[in-house]
């Protein structure tokens, strides 16, 4: 059973910078494509990035383009998603999936971790 679990969420002040990190068991996350979610308070869950099975392709939402890259790490089978620049507006819950499908879309995403809290405050 493939498992997901997120770190690295915390809080930091506009402009500042944090590094996510999704650790992956059950499978390696180099067979799965990789990606990131994040949900705000009253808001529906919104697409951040993605990261092909064999890191040859990333998606990432207009929102997030040029300040936030994800990387993989094969040995330690983890992904990263690396946040620079952050807005208050990056402030929700983020989470990992993975699946079979480099899609932007939540549903074809097989698993989930369980969430990390980013706060960007002013």
């Known amino acids: 059973q493939v498992q997901l679990v997120e770190s690295g969420g915390e809080l930091v002040y506009t402009g500042g910078s944090l590094r996510l990190s999704c650790a992956a068991s059950g499978l390696p996350s180099s067979s799965l494509n990789m990606g990131w979610f994040r949900q705000a308070p009253a808001k529906e869950r919104e697409f951040v990035a993605v990261?092909?099975?064999?890191?040859?392709?990333?998606l990432y939402a207009n929102s997030v383009k040029g300040r936030f890259t994800l990387s993989r790490d094969n040995a330690e089978n983890t992904v990263w998603l690396q946040m620079n620049n952050l807005k208050p507006e990056d402030t929700a819950v983020y989470y990992c999936?993975?699946?079979?499908?480099?899609?932007?879309?939540?549903?074809?995403?097989?698993?989930w971790g369980q969430g990390t809290q980013v706060t960007v405050s002013s």
């Open positions: 999936a993975a699946g079979g499908s480099f899609s932007a879309n939540s549903r074809l995403y097989e698993y």
């Open positions: 990261l092909s099975r064999r890191s040859r392709s990333t």
